[in-house]
Structure formats: C-alpha cells, structure tokens
C-alpha cells in the first residue's frame, strides 16, 4: 500500500466534480476565468477530474454568433490559456469549446490534465427538433475525416470513441459525451463503458421545461445502473441566454444507479458538487454480472475499434478522508419510507417462500422453538401470518419453548407471552432430563456432577433440541420451521447437523441479524398488533444475544449468563463486515477503511428513527480490525462445511444468500491466510 490508509484513494476511489460557472454570453474571456475559479475549487478539494458544461467557454445561447470568427479566434486563445494554467491544477479538465477542423465547426468536450490536450470529444448527436437548431450551426462527430487534429501544437487524438486512461489509479477510465447523445436509443458512452470506461461524463446544456428535470435524473441514474458505471452530468445554467429559453444549472453524479449528488437547481451563484466515485465497487459488479461480459462478446468487433489514451494521473497525495456516505446497517435503510417497503418486502417474501413450501407438500402444520429470543421471533411471526395468508389456524402451528440448563427466566417468560400474543398452541419441553441421558450415555463428567460446560455440553443442548423438534413433525405430520439467520450462518454460530443449524425449511436463511431486529422493530413502529405483542417484542430486542447453554456462574437465571457478541463480535459490525466481503469481494484493509468510516464517530451521520439512542454505538479502528480479524476466520476458515449443507430458504436481499444454491459457493476446506495477512499489513493497529 503505497497511499496512506486514511485516503481514498488507497481503497479504490476517485473523488470527482461537477461545476456550473456563471457564464456570460459570447465572453471567452469572463468565462475562462470562471472555469478556473471552479476548476481550482475541484483541485483544492483533491479531485481528479471537474466536468463543466456544453460549450461553458462562449456559453451556449450564441446561435449564428457561433460562425464568427471573432468569437471562435477567443474561445480557442480560451482553450489555450486554460491548457496552460492546467499545469497547476490536480483535476482532468472536461471543458466545452466551439472548435473548426476540417472546414466544419463541432460542438467539442476537450479533455486537458496538466498542460496537455489529451483528446477532443465532438457532439454525436445533433438536436434539430423543436427549441434546438444546433445543425445549422455544428457538424456531427460521424462528419469528420481524421481520427486526430493538429492542435495548439500537439497532435491530439479526436472523436467519439476516446477512452482516457488513468495508467496510475486503476479502474479510472473516462469516456466523454454531449448532451444530446445520452438521450438517444444507444449513446455513445453505452459502448464506452461495454469496452471499459468506468466514469462517463456528459457536458450537457439542457435548458428546463416543467418536469424535465426529473426524467434527466432518471435518464442518468439508468444509464450509470446499465452501464455499471459512474455518470457525471453538468447542464447550463446561470449565464445563459434567456431569450426564448430557461436554464436550471442542474448537476448530477451517479454511481450504478444512484444519485451520489445534484447540484441545486435554480441557484443564482456558481458550484460545485463532489462525490467519491466506488472504482473497485464498479469493476468488481462488472466482473460478477455475467451478461454484461456476453454483451461485450457481442459486441467486440466494434468495441475494439474505440482507442484508449493512456496518461500519467498524479494521484493526490496525503490523507483524503472519504465524503461519501456508508450506511452503518447496509442491509437496512435509513429513510423511513423505504425501509417500511424493504420491510413489507422482506416479510412478504418469507411468507409466500413458507406458503409455497407448505402447499408443496401438502403439509398443514409448522413445527417450531420458540427460544425468547430474535430469530424465533421473527421466524414465528412469518409463520403466523403465513397462516392466515393460507385460510389455516394459527394454531396449527406447534411452538414449543425447550428450557435447558441455562434458560433464564425472562426468555422464557417472554416466549410464552409470545406464543400466547400470536394465538399458536404454545407446549414447553424440558430437555435436561434427555440431556443428561444424553451426557451419561458418552461418559460427560457433568452427568455425575462435575460443573464441565464445554463444547460438547453446548451442543447436546442444541442437538435435543432439534431431534425434539423433528420427532414432533414425524409425529404431528408437520415441516420443521428453522429460525436460524444469515449472521449467525456466517460466522458459524450454530451446532451442525441434528442442532439449529437444520431444518425442514428455514425462512430467516438470508437475513441477517441487523435486518431482524429493524424488522421487529418495524412490526411495533407500525402497530401490527396488540399493545401485549408490542411489550413482549419490545422485551425481546432489549434482551442479550445467547446462545443460553451455559449456567450463570452465580446461580442467577434472571437474565441471560452468556453474551454471543462477546465471542464473536457485534452484530452490527459483523453484518457490515458480511456485506462488503461477499457482495463485492473487498480487500479486508478497504473493508476496515468503511467501517472506521460508518462506525468511528457516533455523532456523524444519520441513525434510523427505529434505533434508541442507548443502542447507537461507535468504534475505533483496533476495535474494527480485532472483530474483522475474527470474521475473516471464522468465514472463510472454519464454518464453509456448515453452509454447504443449509436447508432450503428465499432468498431475501440484494446482500445475497450463503445458500450453496444461490449465491456463494466457495470449498470446505479454504485457508484464510490471505485475507488475514491483507488485514494485518494494510490496517494500522489502531488504538484499543
């Protein structure tokens, strides 16, 4: 690692901008030195590229002043005085300029980093259609002869077909279109980007009509999702000619489909927006999404007729603290009204995966452990209202809550409040008299007294448990409901075979714990049910994550004596530490970068309304390093045997599944050296 941790540009990536200048009319001049007071805003905030609008060095409202000389000499001696100021500027410069060649004007993007014309990008596309007369004025880039121009000197690369590539910050590679061409059936950027241009920029005017706005946001967050890139977007605004037209200064940058940042609309002063630009993320989704490799196959005849211009990027250098948002829960929005659909979603999909498994086997019943805690609870919630989406009595389903030798009161209490609330036929199941069967049948020493609370004691706890459940399906002709979550499917948090790990069918398999106690809280938020639930659920997510099976040392059975985070790690910081390793492959170091970032400080950042405040957590980096260090083992090391034999389960997020049927399919017998050394030699030990 040759950057320093705490920059963004040693995980992968590159801060960008998008000014809108206030221009003035035919006034190169005025306008030139708006571009370099913008331009030098970009670079003082250590961007690597600043994108400016359609023809932002005349402005774009000159009509037929376009085929004067006097102005077309200025915009040129423009072009140049801003190449030579570049020299002391950290950004590639995407400028608009009217430039001749060949007998013909064309409406050019020019590309300019540090002294030097890398490429001149003409307009594709020529609007000829109601407001828009640009063909009376411009040629289009396909009227051209010469792939390269002479140009203030220099021979310089010219079309449409230019990618410009950063030979120093990998993933960096730039395409450039006007305006227009993003609003056509194929823009150009499209092939950019299937022959491997990440950031897709747009030097647009785009004057405003009620209502454009929101299609022109749509149109650049669907062609940043398409195109598995990032798009920037700078439209006209202040400055402009209002003669018969309007201009709303709008700004957009995109990443695979969402909106990073926008400018406001409308303002009456010149900006600049920024956003850091994910380069691993994108390359990573484009190395995973099959059908965008087969389009490039497809396509490879004229992929490999577009030209790369390669150039020497000075990476900024020093601690660049990243400005982009992380969310601290990734399975979990923040905005209320999204989460409530991600909710509705994530219920929804469980029940119709456990309808569809009952109606396919024609089982009317459910058996389930009810163990107090959150799993079982969201587990036996589905299974209520799977009922009642089916026509069928709540009290087919079988619950059962199993006290063991460590069950405290208030998880047992709470089950049978829980069981009671949801109107199932509640039973309770003492195991120890099996259990102890159990230990004596394999000599254990706690069968004769001796207080031995090993691994083995644990797990025949589990594993009565299970065979319980199972003997009572035989029994009752009914599907053994699993309760178990992704987080715990992860780590490796639960006993194999005849234990929590099996079932007939488990509909909490791909949703991880985070997710569940948001929807728990969800259910009370919304008052799905009685005020008693709503206690009882409130109880439960107040309660300690454990696994129960060991005793508290002091006798004490009020509460839980084991706490399963104090073995594993929090939750939370686990359930981000999952999404970012399997949805995107990332380096641990660039992983740990993230969560310092979401978790280091409580008070930065928005927290969801549904969080009290008590459970709002931050934590340094040792702290972030130490539990990454523990899930990186547990996950790759030791646990992938568990996981490739889970039982059926939908799939419930975008985060994906652990299922060896759906998305993660890795051996049972990996190493984790790899991921282990990358943590410790790129993460800082931090402070404890």
């Known amino acids: 690692m040759t950057q320093p941790f705490h920059s963004l540009y040693t995980h992968g990536f590159a801060r960008v901008a998008v000014c809108l200048p206030f221009v003035k009319v035919a006034d190169p001049q005025h306008n030139l030195e708006r571009t370099l007071e ?134 960096l590679r730039l395409h450039v279109e006007i305006c227009e061409d993003l609003w056509v059936p194929i823009p150009p950027s499209t092939w950019a980007a299937l022959a491997g241009a990440t950031i897709l920029a747009n030097l647009s005017a785009s004057n405003i009509t009620v209502g454009k706005a929101d299609y022109r946001r749509s149109l650049v967050a669907s062609q940043a999702a398409k195109c598995i890139a990032a798009y920037l977007y700078s439209g006209a605004g202040p ?50 999404t099959t059908s965008f490799t087969d389009a490039v196959s497809d396509e490879r005849e004229r992929l490999r007729q577009l030209r790369r211009i390669p150039f020497n990027f000075e990476v900024p250098a020093g601690e660049i603290a990243l400005q982009r948002q992380v969310e601290r829960f990734p399975y979990v929005p923040r905005d209320p009204r999204v989460r409530d659909e991600r909710c509705f979603e994530a219920y929804n999909i469980q029940v119709h995966g456990l309808m569809k498994r009952l109606n396919a086997t024609g089982i009317q019943r459910i058996v389930i452990g009810i163990s107090g805690g959150l799993d079982s609870t969201q587990a036996l919630i589905v299974a209520a209202r799977t009922m009642d989406r089916l026509g069928l009595p709540r009290q087919n389903i079988l619950a059962y809550t199993m006290p063991g030798f460590a069950t405290s009161t208030r998880t047992r209490t709470n089950a049978w409040a829980l069981m009671n609330a949801l109107g199932v036929s509640g039973h309770e199941i003492d195991i120890r008299p099996s259990c102890l069967q159990m230990l004596a049948d394999i000599g254990h020493p706690f069968a004769h007294g001796e207080p031995l609370y090993d691994v083995t004691f644990e797990n025949v706890q589990a594993g009565e448990r299970t065979s319980h459940l199972f003997r009572l399906a035989n029994f009752n002709n009914a599907l053994v409901l699993g309760t178990g979550d992704l987080s715990e499917l992860a780590l490796g948090w639960a006993t194999y075979g005849v234990g929590d790990h ?119 980096l040792a702290t972030i390093k130490r539990w990454l260090g523990v899930f990186l083992f547990r996950f790759f090391k030791i646990s992938q045997f568990k996981r490739s034999a889970v039982p059926n389960g939908p799939k419930v997020g975008s985060g994906g599944s652990l299922s060896p049927r759906g998305d993660w399919r890795a051996p049972s017998d990996s190493e984790a050296v790899v991921w282990l050394e990358e943590l410790q030699a790129n993460v800082p030990a931090g402070v404890g």
């Open 38 to 171: 913008l331009a030098q805003q970009a670079s003082d905030a250590h961007a690597s590229l600043a994108l400016f609008p359609e023809l932002n060095l005349t402005a774009y409202t000159n009509d037929d002043q376009f085929q004067q000389d006097a102005l077309l000499e200025a915009a040129l001696d423009a072009v140049q005085r801003l190449a030579t100021a570049s020299f002391s500027l950290a950004p590639v410069l995407l400028v608009g300029a009217p430039l001749r060649f060949e007998d013909k004007l064309f409406n050019c993007a020019v590309v300019i980093y540090r002294g030097r014309v890398l490429g001149i990008v003409p307009k594709s596309y020529l609007p000829n259609y109601r407001e828009f007369y640009e063909k009376r004025q411009f040629a289009p880039a396909r009227a051209a002869l010469a792939r390269e121009v002479s140009f203030l000197g220099q021979t310089v690369p010219f079309g449409p077909d230019l990618i410009f590539e950063a030979t120093t910050l990998p993933g």
């Open 239 to 288: 400055g402009e000619s209002t003669t018969d037209l309007a201009w709303d200064g709008h700004a957009l940058i995109a990443e695979n489909g969402e909106v990073l940042s926008e400018s406001e609309r409308f303002a009456g002063r010149q900006q600049v927006i920024l956003a850091d630009i994910d380069l691993e993320r994108l390359r990573q989704d484009r190395l995973r």
């Open 502 to 620: 099996m079932s007939h069918y488990n509909v909490n398999a791909s949703v991880p714990k985070t997710l569940i106690q948001y929807l728990i809280r969800w259910v009370v938020s919304s008052q799905q049910f009685d005020p008693a639930t709503h206690e009882t659920l409130l109880s439960i997510l107040d309660t300690e994550i454990s696994p129960e099976l060991v005793p508290a040392s002091g006798g004490s059975s009020d509460k839980p004596a084991q706490s399963t985070q104090a073995v594993i790690g929090p939750y939370e910081l686990q359930d981000f530490n999952l999404y970012y390793i399997t949805r995107f492959g990332f380096r641990p170091s660039k992983v740990a970068f993230l969560a310092l970032h979401a978790w280091g400080d409580k008070a930065a950042g928005d927290w969801s309304d549904l969080l009290p405040p008590e459970k709002r957590h931050a934590y340094d």
